[in-house]
């Protein structure tokens, strides 16, 4: 499973961006996909994470009613509608693919695949 992130920028706060992961290889097993951060100096945190199976989503409690997780399957890409932008939201976003079975999505060492991340800079 491949991962590409696109769509970070630099925004100002009370802005709006969409994050977009695009996903190639096989997915067939993949059971979660997720987005996750890491400001400077930070660790990495789960932001949001979507079940494959039961379509269930989760979020941080920070982002909770502003950031939205989605996924097209016909692209196939996973999304990260992100409103109300926040500086404290500032960081390099990463998409994270197929989390073992019955795991935290919030623990980053329960994930497989990562891609390589997005820059999100909010002034």
């Known amino acids: 499973v491949q991962l590409v992130e696109s769509g970070g920028a630099s925004v100002q706060a009370g802005g709006s961006l969409r994050l977009s992961c695009a996903v190639s290889?096989?997915?067939?097993?993949?059971?979660?996909m997720g987005w996750f951060r890491q400001a400077p100096g930070k660790e990495r945190e789960g932001v949001a994470a979507?079940?494959?199976?039961?379509?269930?989503?989760y979020y941080h409690y920070s982002v909770e009613g502003r950031f939205t997780i989605s996924q097209d399957n016909a692209k196939p890409t996973l999304y990260l509608q992100m409103n109300a932008l926040k500086p404290e939201d500032t960081a390099m976003y990463y998409c994270?693919?197929?989390?073992?079975?019955?795991?935290?999505?919030?623990?980053?060492?329960?994930?497989?695949?990562w891609g390589q991340g997005t820059q999100v800079t909010v002034s």
């Open positions: 979507f079940s494959t199976g039961g379509g269930s989503k």
């Open positions: 290889g096989y997915t067939g097993n993949v059971n979660c």
């Open positions: 994270a693919a197929d989390l073992v079975t019955g795991g935290d999505w919030r623990s980053v060492d329960l994930w497989s695949y």
